[in-house]
Structures are given as structure tokens and as C-alpha cells.
């Protein structure tokens, strides 16, 4: 039977990370990921993994994968694992191959650009963040879980209890697969 593992991804603002800090919480017995607490380096930093893979770029991309790495140790315990971040499915995908792992949920959770901007502006106290940029970001994530086939979460007008209680019951179906 696999082990359950949950991969949330999405632009800033849909809801992930708020997801993942109530299960990280609630849920002691699941292994939850933020690929944010790596942090984002300089853009010079960025530079040196070169300008391929847009978008998205090769940072991100040799994040995903390193971090797959450290899931794949985490999965093999025995452990359930959550992991949310900004990451392109296709990176998601690929590194899930690298790391010969054959099992995973992937949902991109989503919201409406009112909601993000709301959440953004005034939960998060990040106004900078609710761009065009970040639009576009998340337009190119959503088509992407598409074009690939996945599942997308829309967290517009329900609350983080039930945006939980949704990804818990995605938690729990894989643990039956």
C-alpha cells in the first residue's frame, strides 16, 4: 500500500500554506514540507543555476528536485507527507520520477484574483505581492494542472477549516490507493 503524499501548489494567496500550517498542527503524525522555508536567494544567486526552465527558472526547478530528495527519505519510513509550495507540476513530475517516487496526489489550490488580493493585502499584510505578476503566476500554474491532468482546489469563499478538511480527506484517500 502507498504511503500517503499530498503535493499543494499554487501562486501566493490561494490557501496552501495556511493548509499546511493547521495539518502541520493538528496532525503530528503527518510530515509536512513548506518549500518556502528554504527562503529565495538574491537573483545573483539565482543566476548561477542558469536561465533555463521558464518559467519558473532552474532555482526552482533544482529545489523541487532537492526537496523531493529529502521526501523520498521521509516516505520511504513510512511517514505521511504534505508538501506545498510554488512549484511548476512539471518540475513536481520530474523530480517525483528522479527520486523514483510513484505516488502522489498533486492539487493545485486556487482562489479567485479578488480572494488572493484579500489574502494578500490584508491576511498576510504583503500588498506588494498582489500583482499582475503573481496573476499571471497563478493563471500559468492553473493551466498547467490542466493541461497535466490534476486535480485544482478552488479555496474561494471557504474557510480554512474546510480548505483543510478537504486536503486531510486527499491525505486519506491516497492512504487507500
Given at each position: 500500500?502507498?504511503?500517503?503524499?499530498?503535493?499543494?501548489?499554487?501562486?501566493?494567496?490561494?490557501?496552501?500554506?495556511?493548509?499546511?500550517?493547521?495539518?502541520?498542527?493538528?496532525?503530528?503524525?503527518?510530515?509536512?514540507?513548506?518549500?518556502?522555508?528554504?527562503g529565495v536567494p538574491s537573483a545573483e544567486i539565482m543566476a548561477t543555476y542558469g536561465t533555463g526552465h521558464q518559467p519558473g527558472g532552474a532555482w526552482l526547478r533544482a529545489m523541487?528536485?532537492?526537496?523531493?530528495?529529502?521526501?523520498?527519505?521521509?516516505?520511504?519510513?513510512?511517514?505521511?507527507?504534505?508538501?506545498?509550495?510554488?512549484?511548476?507540476?512539471?518540475?513536481?513530475?520530474?523530480?517525483?520520477?528522479?527520486?523514483?517516487?510513484?505516488?502522489?496526489?498533486?492539487?493545485?489550490?486556487?482562489?479567485?484574483?479578488?480572494?488572493?488580493?484579500?489574502?494578500?493585502?490584508?491576511?498576510?499584510?504583503?500588498?506588494?505581492?498582489?500583482?499582475?505578476?503573481?496573476?499571471?503566476?497563478?493563471?500559468?500554474?492553473?493551466?498547467?494542472?490542466?493541461?497535466?491532468?490534476?486535480?485544482?482546489?478552488?479555496?474561494?469563499?471557504?474557510?480554512?477549516?474546510?480548505?483543510?478538511?478537504?486536503?486531510?480527506?486527499?491525505?486519506?484517500?491516497?492512504?487507500?490507493?
Open positions: 500500500m502507498p504511503i500517503p503524499f499530498v503535493v499543494l501548489t499554487s501562486a501566493s494567496g490561494s490557501g496552501k500554506t495556511t493548509i499546511a500550517q493547521k495539518i502541520e498542527i493538528e496532525h503530528p503524525e503527518i510530515t509536512v514540507f513548506r518549500f518556502d522555508t528554504i523541487t528536485l532537492e526537496w523531493f530528495g529529502r521526501i523520498a527519505k521521509v516516505l520511504a519510513s513510512g511517514r505521511p507527507v504534505l508538501f506545498e509550495g510554488q512549484m511548476r507540476i512539471a518540475f513536481v513530475v520530474e523530480a517525483l520520477h528522479a527520486h523514483g517516487i510513484e505516488h502522489a496526489r498533486i492539487i493545485c489550490v486556487e482562489c479567485d484574483d479578488s480572494t488572493r488580493t484579500n489574502r494578500l493585502t490584508y491576511d498576510r499584510l504583503q500588498p506588494e505581492l498582489a500583482n499582475e505578476s503573481m496573476m499571471g503566476w497563478s493563471r500559468y500554474l492553473h493551466q498547467e494542472a490542466i493541461d497535466a491532468g490534476y486535480e485544482i482546489f478552488d479555496t474561494t469563499g471557504i474557510s480554512p477549516a474546510e480548505s483543510t478538511a478537504h486536503i486531510l480527506e486527499a491525505l486519506r484517500a491516497a492512504d487507500t490507493c
